[in-house]
């Protein structure tokens, strides 16, 4: 397994390293801001980091609702039972199927999302959960590593305490050049 094949030219397994390219995107990042924080972040580990627009989802919280049934008297019941039990921002709307819910708030704090399902639960509701996306310009941030560079970790670049950042680490796109 450790053999150089014969047709390298000479080159040693460590010459041919040497001149293998990697490029790593860490992202999406919902905006500016929290991308030049990360890339901050990288340059003071000693990378070089290229921060790019794209378009593309982004995750925006997680979302608690209820799914109604296609009766209008039934949704409007379940709102008075909702609002009589404290949950007063509960609103009908489309729903991911095409159907209607009932929305119970879309929450960026997982433990906040799990209170609220808690809350609905005593009520005498099952509701559903889903993580919600966004769509438009999202920001990646790409990064040349060097042979020896171990992968990052997303969680060292989370922007603020608690918050929920779904960061992904990728091969950077291929810019019009075959491989």
Known sequence: ADAVPADTGGLSKQGLLTNVKRCISVGPFRDVSEAARAAGTLRGGGYDPRQRVADGDVWAGVWVYLPLSASQTAADQVLVKLKAGGIDDALQMPGPNDGSVISLGLYSDSKRAQTRVAQVQTLG????IADRK????????????????????????????????????KGCPVSGASP
């Open 125 to 128: 509701f099952n509701p559903a």
């Open 134 to 169: 966004r769509t438009g310009n999202v920001y990646w941030i790409d990064i040349d590593l060097k042979p020896t560079d171990g992968l990052i970790n997303p969680a060292d670049l989370q922007g603020e305490a608690g918050r929920i950042v779904r960061l992904e680490v």
